[in-house]
Nanobody, 116 residues
């Protein structure tokens, strides 16, 4: 069964931190480069961080130095530690394979709102 369940979002003040989690089914997670995406209102979904099965990571310039992606292969779970959050980080955050297409299966995402 294909499944992606994101959690950990919420309301936080600028400069605050959140840790997102994503539980993925094995068919999506195993041996795949996984990624965290986000979609702000009125904008396209963008890929912000990726992690390979060996732990190699890449980040969008907009989050580099503030976000950290990690994975637990034993739990089929991907994490996104977000620090020094900014207003412009407000979005719905999703996880999926780093090569996921718009027409692929997507979870519901988790809302992150940065507001003072």
């Amino acid at each position: 069964q294909v499944q992606l369940v994101e959690s950990g979002g919420g309301l936080v003040q600028p400069g605050g931190s959140l840790r997102l989690s994503c539980a993925a089914s094995g068919s999506i997670f195993s041996a795949n480069v996984m990624g965290w995406y986000r979609q702000a209102p009125g904008k396209e979904r963008e890929l912000v961080a990726t992690i390979g099965n060996s732990g190699r990571t890449n980040y969008a310039n907009s989050v580099k130095g503030r976000f950290t992606i990690s994975r637990d292969n034993a739990k089929n779970t991907v994490y996104l530690q977000m620090n020094s959050l900014k207003l412009e980080d407000t979005a719905v955050y999703f996880c999926n394979r780093a090569t996921a297409a718009r027409t692929d299966y997507w979870g519901h995402g988790t809302q992150v709102t940065v507001s003072s």
